[in-house]
């Protein structure tokens, strides 16, 4: 079974937990942790749960279990249709939140691999019809893949950001 630790392991390393699991199944199992709010996640994944309930045994047939695992069956298809599109690397980059940084950033777009991803996403989505779980999946890692590639642009833009705010 996979554990706690297994889920957040140095995920620049896709083959970490390969060793002993199933790299679909970890990665699906943090995406679906990752993206779920904490109290509709099982107690023992949650955040800010209480010390006495991870103790507990989980009960397998609990709505929250189940739609648990509903949720992580979601990430896994997403991630195995999108190794069967894309190109293994690429496809671990976007699954990892690892975005490919060539050179200097002035905006996201002058990302490569973010350019690529909601090239993706779009076709997926107006090309191939994908479902509504993997869409929403898509949506959902395409922000936080943004996010990470905003990450590496240069602070100078949030300096002119904020000097150039109306000051009151």
């Known amino acids: ?28 199992y943090r995406l679906a942790v990752q993206f779920t709010e904490d109290q509709l996640l099982p107690t023992r994944y949650r955040k800010t749960a209480d010390s006495d309930q991870r103790r507990r045994k989980a009960k397998q047939d609990s709505d929250v279990e189940k739609r648990f695992k509903e949720n992580v069956q979601a990430w896994r298809t997403l991630i195995e249709t999108m190794l069967g599109k894309l190109q293994a690397a690429q496809a671990w980059r976007f699954i990892n939140l690892a975005p490919q940084v060539d050179g200097d950033l002035a905006k996201v777009t002058d990302n490569a691999d973010f350019c690529d991803f909601i090239d993706y996403l779009i076709l997926r989505r107006d090309k191939e019809d994908c479902d509504a779980d993997e869409l929403g999946g898509l949506a959902q890692l395409s922000t936080a893949f943004q996010w990470e590639v905003e990450k590496q642009l240069p602070q100078k833009q949030e300096t002119e950001k904020t000097e150039s705010a109306p000051r009151d």
Do not use: G, K, Y
Not at 8 to 16: E, G, L, S
């Open 1 to 28: 079974m996979t554990t706690h630790t297994d889920l957040f392991a140095d995920t620049n390393r896709p083959n970490a937990a390969a060793d002993t699991h199933d790299p679909i199944e970890v990665a699906a």
